[in-house]
C-alpha cells in the first residue's frame, strides 16, 4: 500500500485520513481500544495541534514542522530491512534489542518474543491480539487525550509500536534496548505507541533511542506509556540523535504504584526540534522518582522538556535535574510542573535547571511551576543560566591548558553531572563518549544507529584524554 | 634575567590599577611583594599570568627576554609561569589527576615532547604528593570542590610541584594556613628552589618570610613599588605597618 501524504501536516487533512481508512486503523481493534481511539479523534478534532497562544507551548513553534509534506504510511513498508537495526549494541551490556524502522515493529517473524521467565516482549498490535488480557486495562489508561493534542492525534492512529511486560517479581538481567531508526525516500511522518509495564516487585532497564539514518526530514509524535508496578524498578533511558531536518514530540506518561522506583534519563544530543513531555504519577505511598536530563544543542535546534508530576499520594520523592548546553543560535526550554495534592503528606520535590548558554544568540527559557496544596511538604526548585566561568578558564589555561580544551573540559564536567547518574557503567562510558563527541562536533548520525557509532574499528582520536584514571 | 618588567601600567574597567611598575626578578632569586589591601598586588600577578580582564595600556614585560605580553594564558604557563592563585577555583566534575594529566602533557607536548603514561604520571603524582605531605585522597576529587581553605592552598602548591615552574608567583598562599601548614607549604616551596628559578611571593605576614628566606622584599602601594629592601624591610613593616611608609611619600 502507498503511503499517504501530507502537504502538510494539518487537523482537517487528518480528519479526512481517519474517515477514510477507520475500518483498516481499528481493524484488529478490541472494542475498548476502538472506543478510545473514537474518543481521541473527537478530542484531536476540538484540540488540534497546540500553538504558541498556549502556555506550555508559547516558546516552542512547530508550525514550520507541520508545515512540510511528508508521506504519512499507516502500515509498514515491505522492504523495510531490519538488519540495519539489529546490529546495534552496547559493548559488554546484556541487552534484548528490539527494532522498529520508522515507528514500525520490524522482526516479523518473530513478533512477540516470549523469555522463559513470563517476559514479553514485541509488537504492541501482535501483543493487543495475543494477550488483550494484559494489554486492555493499561493501554490508553494513562494518557491524557483530553488537553494533549498530540496524544490524542497518536491515540487516535496509532497501530504498533513496542510492547514489554514484566511480571510480577520478575527482574530482568537483560537490558532492553528499543531502536527506533527514521529511513525513508520521502519526509516521513510517524506516529507509534508503546506500552512498558512492570509487574510488582519487578525490575527492568529500558533504553530507547531514536535516531536517524540519513537527512531526509521526519516528524516523529511518539506515545509510551509506562506502569511501574508496586516495588517494581525502572531505569529508564531515552537518547535522541536524530538529523537536524527531523522534528520529535515525544509523550511518556510514567504510572507508579506504590513503592515503585523510577529512574529516568533523557539524553537530548541532536534533532532540528525536540519536544519531551514527560508526565510522572505517584499512584501510591512511598514511591520515588529521579529525572535526569542533557541536552547538548547548537545550530537552531530547540528542545524544550516539559515535565510534569503529580504527587497524588503522600510520602513520595521526585527530584528532576535537566542541564543543557546550547551553542550559535540554539534554543531551549525547560517547564517543571510540580503538583503536590491535598494528600500527598510529606511530599519531598525538587527541581533543577541549569544551563550553559555559549553564545550572545543562544537562549533559554526555564519556568519552574510549582502547585502546593498540602503543608507539610519540602519542595525545592532552582534554574540558573549562565556562560562559562571566566575565573575556571583562567585558572585552566594558567595551568597550561589550550583554551579548546579548557573549554571542553567545563562542558563535560558540566554535563558529567547527569551523565554520571547513569548507573549502567558501560552505557554511561558509551554516553561519555558520545557526550564528548557532541561536544567537539564529531558526533554523526549514524549509518546503523547512535550506539553503533564509535564501534573498536573506528577507534576516536581525543585532542585530550578526559577519560578518568 | 628572568623576568623584567618596566613601566608596567594596567587597568579594569577603565580604572587602572597598576600605575607604573618597575620588577626584576633574576634567576636564583625569591621576591617577596607586601602592600596594604586593595593595592594591585594580585592584578600584578593576574597581568603577569596574562589575564585578558586587565588591559595593559603601558610598559613592558619581559621574560627570558621574550615579550610576555603577546603571549596568551596558557603559553605564558606553558612557558614556564605558574600563578598560585590567592583564591583558587572551585571546579565541579573535573579530577585533579584528569586536571593535571591533561596540563602536564599539554605542556609536554609545547615543549615538543611526547605525552606521559598513565602509569608514569600516577608515580609523579604520588612523588609530589608526599613533597606537600597530602596524605589524603585529594587527586581523586574535583578541582578545590569542598576543599578548605589550607587544603586549597596546599593543592596549589602540589600543582606547582607537578608543572615544575621557572617562574612561581605564590599569591597570599600562606594565608588561611595554620602553623604545621605553613610549614609543609614553605618546605614544598623550599625544595623545588633552584639556581634556575625564581619566586614572587605575594605575602601580608612576614611569619611566612622566616621559612622562605626572601632576597628582596617589596611593598606594593596604590600601584606602584613604593619601597624596596633586604628581608630586614618585611621586620620592619610587621612591626611598624604601613603608615611610615605612606608618611615618607
Ligand atoms: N575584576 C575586577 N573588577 C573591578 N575591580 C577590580 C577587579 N579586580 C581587582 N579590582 C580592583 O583592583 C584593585 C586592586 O585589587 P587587587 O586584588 O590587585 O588587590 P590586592 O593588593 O591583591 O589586595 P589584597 O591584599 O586584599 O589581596 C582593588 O581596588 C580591586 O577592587
Ligand atoms: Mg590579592
Same mark, same amino acid.
Given at each position: 500500500?502507498?503511503?499517504?501524504?501530507?502537504?502538510?501536516?494539518?487537523?482537517?487533512?487528518?480528519?479526512?485520513?481517519?474517515?477514510?481508512? *477507520?475500518?483498516?486503523?481499528?481493524?484488529?481493534?478490541?472494542?475498548?481500544?476502538?472506543?478510545?481511539?473514537? +474518543?481521541?479523534?473527537?478530542?484531536?478534532?476540538?484540540?488540534?495541534?497546540?500553538?504558541?497562544?498556549?502556555?506550555?507551548?508559547?516558546?516552542?513553534?512547530?508550525?514550520?514542522?507541520?508545515?512540510?509534506?511528508?508521506?504519512?504510511?499507516?502500515?509498514?513498508?515491505?522492504?523495510?530491512?531490519?538488519?540495519?537495526?539489529?546490529?546495534?549494541?552496547?559493548?559488554?551490556?546484556?541487552?534484548?534489542?528490539?527494532? =522498529?524502522?520508522?515507528?514500525?515493529?520490524?522482526?516479523?517473524?518473530?513478533?512477540?518474543?516470549?523469555?522463559?521467565?513470563?517476559?514479553?516482549?514485541?509488537?504492541?498490535?501482535?501483543?493487543?491480539?495475543?494477550?488483550?488480557?494484559?494489554?486492555?486495562?493499561?493501554?490508553?489508561?494513562?494518557?491524557?487525550?483530553?488537553?494533549?493534542?498530540?496524544?490524542?492525534?497518536?491515540?487516535?492512529?496509532?497501530?504498533?509500536?513496542?510492547?514489554?511486560?514484566?511480571?510480577?517479581?520478575?527482574?530482568?538481567? +537483560?537490558?532492553?534496548?528499543?531502536?527506533?531508526?527514521?529511513?525513508?525516500?520521502?519526509?516521513?511522518?510517524? =506516529?507509534?505507541?508503546?506500552?512498558?509495564?512492570?509487574?510488582?516487585?519487578?525490575?527492568?532497564?529500558?533504553?530507547?533511542?531514536?535516531?536517524?539514518?540519513?537527512?531526509?526530514? &521526519?516528524?516523529?509524535?511518539?506515545?509510551?506509556?509506562?506502569?511501574?508496578?508496586?516495588?517494581?524498578?525502572?531505569?529508564?533511558?531515552?537518547?535522541?540523535?536524530?538529523?537536524?531536518?527531523?522534528?520529535?514530540?515525544?509523550?511518556?506518561?510514567?504510572? @507508579?504504584?506504590?513503592?515503585?522506583?523510577?529512574?529516568?534519563?533523557?539524553?537530548? @544530543?541532536?534533532?532540528?526540534?525536540?519536544?519531551?513531555?514527560?508526565?510522572?504519577?505517584?499512584?501510591? &505511598?512511598?514511591?520515588?522518582?529521579?529525572?535526569?536530563? @542533557?541536552?547538548?544543542?547548537?545550530?537552531?535546534?530547540?528542545?524544550?522538556?516539559?515535565?510534569?508530576?503529580?504527587?497524588?499520594?503522600?510520602?513520595?520523592?521526585?527530584?528532576?535535574?535537566?542541564?543543557?548546553?546550547?551553542?550559535?543560535?540554539?534554543?531551549?526550554?525547560?517547564?517543571?510542573?510540580?503538583?503536590?495534592?491535598?494528600?500527598? =503528606? *510529606?511530599?519531598?520535590?525538587?527541581?533543577?535547571?541549569?544551563?550553559?548558554?555559549?553564545?550572545?544568540?543562544?537562549?533559554?527559557?526555564?519556568?519552574?511551576?510549582?502547585?502546593?496544596?498540602?503543608?507539610?511538604?519540602?519542595?525545592?526548585?532552582?534554574?540558573?543560566?549562565?556562560?562559562? #566561568?571566566?575565573?575556571?578558564?583562567?585558572?585552566?589555561?594558567?595551568?597550561?591548558?589550550?583554551? #579548546?580544551?579548557?573549554?571542553?573540559? @567545563?562542558?563535560?564536567?558540566?554535563?558529567?553531572?547527569?551523565?554520571?547518574?547513569?548507573?549502567?557503567?558501560?552505557?554511561?562510558?558509551?554516553?561519555?563518549?558520545?557526550?564528548?563527541? *557532541?561536544?567537539?562536533?564529531?558526533?554523526?548520525?549514524?549509518? =546503523?544507529?547512535?550506539?553503533?557509532? &564509535?564501534?573498536?574499528?573506528?577507534?576516536?582520536?581525543?585532542?585530550?584524554?578526559?577519560? +578518568?584514571? | 634575567?628572568?623576568?623584567?618588567?618596566? %613601566?608596567?601600567?594596567?587597568?579594569?574597567?577603565?580604572?587602572?590599577?597598576?600605575?607604573?611598575? %618597575?620588577?626584576?626578578?633574576?634567576?636564583?632569586?625569591?621576591?617577596?611583594?607586601?602592600?596594604?589591601?586593595?593595592?594591585?598586588?594580585?592584578?600584578?600577578?593576574?597581568?603577569?599570568?596574562?589575564?585578558?580582564?586587565?588591559?595593559?595600556?603601558?610598559?613592558?614585560?619581559?621574560?627570558?627576554?621574550?615579550?610576555?605580553?603577546?603571549?596568551?594564558?596558557?603559553?605564558?604557563?606553558?612557558?614556564?609561569?605558574?600563578?598560585?592563585?590567592?583564591?583558587?577555583?572551585?571546579?565541579?566534575?573535573?579530577?585533579?589527576?584528569?586536571?593535571?594529566?591533561?596540563?602536564?602533557?599539554?605542556?609536554?607536548?609545547?615543549?615538543?615532547?611526547?605525552?606521559?603514561?598513565?602509569?608514569?604520571?600516577?608515580?609523579?603524582?604520588?612523588?609530589?604528593?608526599?613533597?606537600?605531605?597530602?596524605?589524603?585522597?585529594?587527586?581523586?576529587?574535583?578541582?578545590?570542590?569542598?576543599?578548605?581553605?589550607?587544603?586549597?592552598?596546599?593543592?596549589?602548591?602540589?600543582?606547582?610541584?607537578?608543572?615544575?615552574?621557572?617562574?612561581?608567583?605564590?599569591?597570599?598562599?600562606?594565608?588561611?594556613?595554620?602553623?604545621?601548614?605553613?610549614?609543609?607549604?614553605?618546605? !614544598?616551596?623550599? $625544595?623545588?628552589?633552584?639556581?634556575?628559578?625564581?619566586?614572587?611571593?605575594?605575602?601580608?605576614?612576614?611569619?611566612?618570610?622566616?621559612?622562605?628566606?626572601?632576597?628582596?622584599?617589596?611593598?606594593?602601594?596604590?600601584?606602584?613599588?613604593? $619601597?624596596? !629592601?633586604?628581608?630586614?624591610?618585611?621586620?620592619?613593616?610587621?612591626? $611598624?605597618?604601613?603608615?611610615?611608609? $605612606?608618611?615618607?611619600?
Amino acid at each position: 500500500m502507498e503511503p499517504m501524504v501530507l502537504t502538510p501536516i494539518s487537523k482537517e487533512r487528518l480528519l479526512d485520513l481517519y474517515q477514510e481508512n *477507520r475500518s483498516s486503523l481499528s481493524a484488529d481493534d478490541s472494542p475498548a481500544v476502538r472506543a478510545n481511539r473514537e +474518543k481521541a479523534l473527537d478530542s484531536f478534532r476540538k484540540l488540534g495541534f497546540p500553538d504558541k497562544k498556549m502556555e506550555d507551548w508559547r516558546n516552542t513553534d512547530i508550525s514550520k514542522s507541520l508545515g512540510l509534506a511528508y508521506d504519512y504510511p499507516l502500515q509498514p513498508s515491505e522492504e523495510d530491512d531490519m538488519q540495519k537495526v539489529f546490529r546495534c549494541n552496547i559493548p559488554h551490556l546484556d541487552t534484548a534489542v528490539i527494532g =522498529q524502522l520508522n515507528g514500525w515493529f520490524v522482526s516479523k517473524d518473530v513478533p512477540l518474543m516470549e523469555l522463559g521467565n513470563g517476559i514479553i516482549i514485541g509488537s504492541l498490535a501482535e501483543a493487543m491480539k495475543k494477550y488483550p488480557h494484559l494489554v486492555e486495562p493499561h493501554l490508553g489508561n494513562y494518557t491524557d487525550v483530553e488537553s494533549n493534542g498530540f496524544a490524542a492525534l497518536n491515540t487516535a492512529f496509532a497501530t504498533d509500536g513496542t510492547f514489554i511486560y514484566i511480571p510480577d517479581g520478575v527482574k530482568s538481567e +537483560k537490558a532492553v534496548q528499543l531502536v527506533n531508526v527514521i529511513q525513508h525516500r520521502e519526509n516521513i511522518f510517524i =506516529q507509534s505507541r508503546n506500552l512498558i509495564i512492570l509487574g510488582k516487585e519487578a525490575k527492568l532497564t529500558v533504553v530507547h533511542c531514536d535516531d536517524s539514518y540519513d537527512h531526509q526530514p &521526519s516528524f516523529s509524535n511518539i506515545v509510551t506509556e509506562i506502569v511501574v508496578g508496586e516495588g517494581a524498578f525502572l531505569d529508564h533511558y531515552k537518547l535522541q540523535n536524530l538529523n537536524n531536518n527531523s522534528t520529535l514530540v515525544s509523550s511518556t506518561w510514567f504510572h @507508579l504504584e506504590r513503592e515503585a522506583k523510577l529512574e529516568s534519563h533523557y539524553l537530548s @544530543l541532536n534533532g532540528a526540534l525536540l519536544r519531551n513531555n514527560t508526565y510522572v504519577r505517584f499512584n501510591g &505511598s512511598f514511591g520515588s522518582a529521579n529525572i535526569y536530563g @542533557l541536552y547538548l544543542m547548537d545550530n537552531r535546534q530547540h528542545i524544550d522538556n516539559y515535565v510534569a508530576v503529580d504527587h497524588a499520594s503522600p510520602d513520595c520523592i521526585s527530584n528532576e535535574l535537566f542541564k543543557g548546553i546550547l551553542d550559535e543560535h540554539a534554543t531551549g526550554v525547560f517547564n517543571g510542573h510540580i503538583l503536590v495534592q491535598r494528600d500527598a =503528606q *510529606r511530599t519531598n520535590a525538587s527541581q533543577n535547571n541549569r544551563n550553559l548558554l555559549l553564545t550572545d544568540t543562544a537562549k533559554i527559557n526555564s519556568k519552574p511551576f510549582l502547585e502546593i496544596y498540602n503543608d507539610d511538604v519540602k519542595c525545592s526548585h532552582g534554574s540558573t543560566t549562565g556562560q562559562l #566561568d571566566e575565573t575556571a578558564m583562567f585558572y585552566l589555561r594558567q595551568r597550561g591548558i589550550g583554551e #579548546d580544551n579548557a573549554r571542553m573540559l @567545563l562542558m563535560f564536567a558540566f554535563a558529567d553531572e547527569v551523565v554520571s547518574k547513569i548507573a549502567i557503567e558501560p552505557l554511561r562510558y558509551r554516553i561519555e563518549d558520545m557526550v564528548k563527541k *557532541r561536544l567537539q562536533g564529531e558526533l554523526q548520525i549514524c549509518e =546503523q544507529c547512535v550506539l553503533h557509532c &564509535s564501534t573498536p574499528e573506528h577507534p576516536m582520536e581525543f585532542k585530550i584524554d578526559l577519560s +578518568k584514571i | 634575567m628572568l623576568l623584567k618588567i618596566t %613601566n608596567l601600567h594596567a587597568s579594569i574597567k577603565g580604572k587602572e590599577i597598576l600605575k607604573g611598575i %618597575n620588577l626584576v626578578v633574576n634567576k636564583g632569586e625569591v621576591h617577596a611583594i607586601m602592600g596594604p589591601n586593595g593595592t594591585g598586588k594580585s592584578t600584578l600577578a593576574s597581568v603577569i599570568a596574562g589575564r585578558d580582564v586587565f588591559d595593559v595600556t603601558e610598559g613592558e614585560v619581559l621574560y627570558n627576554a621574550k615579550n610576555l605580553l603577546t603571549l596568551s594564558v596558557e603559553e605564558r604557563a606553558r612557558e614556564g609561569i605558574f600563578l598560585g592563585f590567592q583564591y583558587p577555583v572551585e571546579i565541579p566534575g573535573v579530577s585533579i589527576t584528569n586536571f593535571m594529566r591533561t596540563a602536564v602533557n599539554e605542556i609536554r607536548k609545547y615543549r615538543g615532547l611526547d605525552p606521559m603514561g598513565a602509569g608514569e604520571f600516577l608515580k609523579m603524582m604520588e612523588e609530589k604528593k608526599k613533597l606537600v605531605e597530602i596524605t589524603s585522597n585529594l587527586t581523586n576529587r574535583s578541582v578545590n570542590e569542598g576543599f578548605s581553605g589550607g587544603e586549597k592552598k596546599r593543592n596549589e602548591i602540589f600543582q606547582m610541584a607537578m608543572l615544575e615552574p621557572t617562574l612561581a608567583i605564590l599569591d597570599e598562599t600562606d594565608s588561611g594556613l595554620d602553623i604545621d601548614a605553613l610549614r609543609v607549604v614553605a618546605n !614544598g616551596v623550599n $625544595k623545588l628552589r633552584t639556581s634556575e628559578n625564581g619566586f614572587v611571593v605575594i605575602t601580608h605576614y612576614q611569619r611566612l618570610l622566616d621559612y622562605i628566606i626572601p632576597d628582596f622584599v617589596h611593598v606594593l602601594f596604590e600601584g606602584r613599588i613604593v $619601597k624596596s !629592601g633586604g628581608k630586614e624591610l618585611a621586620m620592619e613593616l610587621e612591626e $611598624k605597618g604601613y603608615d611610615w611608609i $605612606k608618611q615618607q611619600l
